[in-house]
């Protein structure tokens, strides 16, 4: 639970006799924002700088990254499960859309699967479900066609796939939600309650090599709201004056969601306000300007009053 931004990792070092030193690992970006939190620990059996580096970034990442626990109860499904095992959870609440559920029938000569509930599949972008086969094992198939809300037709249909079994969707605009699983118990009623915390897959390589990951979000609903995209503005004349229709959209659901926006005129050094309103639509038209320079600053306000980047 704590978030340390900086670790002082003891190891045997053999440029100092075998004698102990110390290497101290610290996250620039984490201390800005959490501030110093400092951690000491022995990397026992460790001979090496680097590898004394590495276990102080790990756990520095693994602190920053892997922030998310769950907790939920399965039947006898429970039983395939062991401790160390990568998890995906389709949770619909979370998502804000529906991600996961069972199947109702199966058309094998189409291909088609019929879901116990209806889903939204975006225009742009290739999706995918993730199917149980006859081997008890997760395979991910893409999505072709989208004939009705709660059917879908997929490119291969995996060997076993039953009626009632259980569907994940893999969406272009969500994170897959991973974890790993860290502990199970048997409960007297014959369920299992599995307890797993956040897995992030590109933790090694962040570690190891210094990629650069920005994280995806997993629910579509927000409480920041998030920047305004694809802002256009459609000029027109009218008179010897000018008309500017503003448009743009967000990446992603908002609950209660409004838009406050600031024209200015003239270059950033001299530049006046002149004019500023609030609208809850994604279109906005500004007419009686005259010719010149002007800057227009779009930015999503939330229910709380709380403000997006512009």
Known sequence: KDRHTAVEVNYTDPQNGWQTS?????????????GRNLLKMDAFGCTSRGQA???????????????????????????????????EICDNDYAGTMTGGRILSIDAATRTLTLDREVTL???????????NGSGKPVSVDITAHPAPDRIQVSTLPDGVETYGV??????????????????????????????????????AIVD????????????????????????????AADSQYLALAKWDTPRVVKGVRFSLRLTSGSDENSRLLTTAITADTEHRFSGLPLGEYTLTVRAINSYGQQGEP
């Open 122 to 132: 975006p225009e742009t972008g290739t999706s995918a479900v993730n199917l149980i």
């Open 53 to 87: 580096h590495r276990a102080g970034l790990w756990v520095i990442k693994t602190e920053l990254l892997e922030t998310q626990t769950v907790d939920f109860t399965l039947g006898s499904q429970g039983l395939r499960h062991t401790p160390g095992d990568i998890i």
């Open 167 to 204: 569907w994940g969707l893999s969406l272009p605009s969500l994170r897959r939600r991973l974890f790993r699983c860290v502990s199970i118990r048997e409960n007297t009623d014959g369920t299992f309650a599995i307890t797993a915390v956040q897995h992030v897959p590109e933790k090694e």
């Open 209 to 236: 090599n210094g990629a650069r990951f920005e994280p995806q979000s997993g629910t579509l609903n927000s409480v920041i709201p998030p920047a305004v995209q694809h802002l256009t503005v459609e000029v027109s």
């Open 22 to 34: 110390t290497e101290l690992v610290e996250d620039p970006e984490a201390i800005l924002r959490y």
